[in-house]
């Protein structure tokens, strides 16, 4: 068959020539939405990068578009629920790149370290002053690493050749795959009070929007550097600029921002601030790598085959679509809580699919739940091809269960998460359409995660519980919108679970935990 490839971004041409061995290519670039829009109709997929923007009015005049194609990591600009309902494969290619931006926070790390761009700029200004750019070694630093996953396992491997400690924050990385990159898996609060230098590896969320802001730069040492070759946003950049220049951080190296391209961002108002244009991905390799995965993942849709790096949802069979799709937001919803709730390292991750929909192929459901699990330390979407992949390069296993039998309800999806600590267990299901958070632990509930904030607490039933916590909340000026508690039996172990219209901060949460017979508060969001 002949198909008919546009590619409306700059790619390198092994990309290109990969495409035209069995495809018509147009290269047409600086195209706006609508000139993409009026165009479109006549191609088979479409090839970008970051620049061309696809949006639902491209996409709605796709006739013929079966694929697209983004040459790297991110797919903001691209329409993914559009795309989704339209039934057009978003494939990228996110490994590409993994060992330029390990190399770029490497550089940043080193000219950080040694105060490279300064004494640059200062010696082409006809000064020498050696005195002034006193650096400090990076052997027997310790390096802390927030994100072990395909780039911050190889800047591991990278910052090990310089005899740096490695610490790493991750919990969705088992214990011995951290051990044999030589890396500690530690608290969060541990990471930022021991590092020397910590590295940012891990994508743009609402849950890690804001990641590193004021309170977590109150903990670090005052000798700490900081990278970020992740997100812009990620690091609170007014709070990063008032630390570095206060003294309570020695340095920063920054590579993305909240706003690109940069105009007047204050981090670069900082001498002690080591900026570059988003060059983690920009090197000669990684175009040509993410070119030519893309490419292939494109010819591999357009043949009928299955795409490695699907980011939204794979096509399924018509006879299992109907039933299987509408269970793939529970499955991620309860992924997300039983990763807010789990504490610790994982090990072990089950995924239980109970009742008629155990008559199904589930590996959708199993692509989503995992997704749902890692969807805040990694760039890559889980799909049915590379979810057994993804799970096995952080070291995690990963048991499927399927089973007619299901005890209350019509169907159930559970995630149970294993970790040096213990293990959480959440279930749901899908009533009326929506999805139903129906079991946390040995508890049964009946929750809509329509999102928000949500508290749970686990305490001893018993009389004035409830009131107490009301009145703290409430003397907090936050409000409760709806309430639910499951127990096991009267006056014994019960969770309450609230849902507020406010966040609830570390000393409001503290306070909850101060009540008598308070086992646990955790905020979560849903």
Request: glycine residues 8%; hydrophobic residues 45%.
């Amino acid at each position: 068959m002949n198909w008919k490839i546009l590619v409306a971004d700059n790619i390198a041409d092994e990309g290109i020539a990969v495409l035209s061995s069995e495809a018509t290519v147009d290269v047409k670039l600086g195209l706006k939405p609508k000139e993409l829009a009026g165009i479109i109709g006549d191609y088979d997929a479409l090839v970008v990068r970051s620049e061309a923007k696809v949006t639902a009015e491209v996409i709605e005049a796709g006739e013929r578009l079966r694929v697209i194609g983004r040459a790297g990591i991110g797919v903001e600009n691209i329409d993914l629920k559009a795309a989704t309902r339209h039934g057009i494969v978003v494939v990228n290619a996110p490994a590409g790149n993994v060992v330029s931006t390990a190399e770029h926070t490497l550089a940043l790390l080193l000219a950080l370290a040694r105060h490279v761009p300064q004494a640059c700029t200062r010696l082409r200004a006809g000064e020498w002053n050696r005195g002034e750019f006193i650096g400090t070694e990076l052997r027997n630093k310790t390096l802390g690493i927030i994100g072990l996953g395909r780039v911050g396992s190889e800047v591991a491997r990278m910052a090990k050749g310089l005899e740096m400690r490695l610490i790493s924050h991750d919990p969705f990385v088992s214990v011995e795959h951290a051990q044999h990159l030589g890396v500690e898996l530690v608290s969060w609060e541990e990471l930022l009070k021991r590092s020397d230098f910590i590295t940012i590896h891990v994508p743009l969320t609402a849950k890690t929007k804001g990641l590193i802001g004021s309170k977590e730069l109150a903990l670090v040492k005052p000798t700490v550097r900081i990278i970020n070759v992740a997100r812009g946003g990620i690091v609170d950049e007014e709070e990063l600029y008032k630390a570095v220049e206060e003294g309570r951080v020695a340095g920063a190296a920054v590579d993305v921002f909240a706003e690109e391209p940069v105009k007047d961002n204050v981090l670069l108002r900082s001498n002690r601030v080591v900026v570059t244009p988003h060059l983690g991905a920009s090197t000669e390799e990684a175009q040509s790598t993410v070119a030519v995965g893309v490419a292939e993942q494109v010819l591999a849709v357009l043949k009928g085959q299955p795409a490695f790096y699907a980011v939204n949802v794979a096509a399924m069979t018509p006879e299992t679509a109907p039933v299987v799709a509408p269970f793939l937001p529970v499955a991620a919803n309860v992924a997300r809580l039983c990763a807010q709730l789990a504490d610790g390292h994982t090990s072990a991750i089950v995924i239980k699919c109970e009742g008629e929909i155990a008559n199904y192929d589930t590996a959708a459901i199993k692509a989503a739940a995992l997704g749902g699990l890692l969807e805040s330390f990694t760039d890559e979407r889980v799909n049915e091809v590379n979810a057994g992949v993804i799970a096995e390069s952080r070291g995690l296993k990963v048991i499927e269960q399927k089973t007619t039998q299901c005890e209350n309800y019509g169907n159930l999806i559970s995630v149970e998460v294993t970790t040096d600590v213990g293990t959480t267990t959440v279930a749901g299901t899908l009533m009326r359409g929506e999805t139903h958070i129906v079991q946390v632990n040995s508890y049964w509930i009946d929750i809509v995660p329509t999102g928000g904030y949500w508290l749970f607490s686990d305490h001893l039933d018993r009389p004035g519980m409830i009131g107490t916590v009301g009145m703290i909340t409430g003397d907090a000026d936050i409000n409760i919108s709806l309430m639910q508690l499951g127990r096991l039996e009267p006056r014994g172990r019960a969770l309450m679970v609230l849902a507020l219209d406010e966040e609830i901060n570390e000393d409001v949460r503290q306070q909850l935990l101060d009540i008598p017979d308070v086992y646990t508060a955790k905020v979560v969001k849903l």
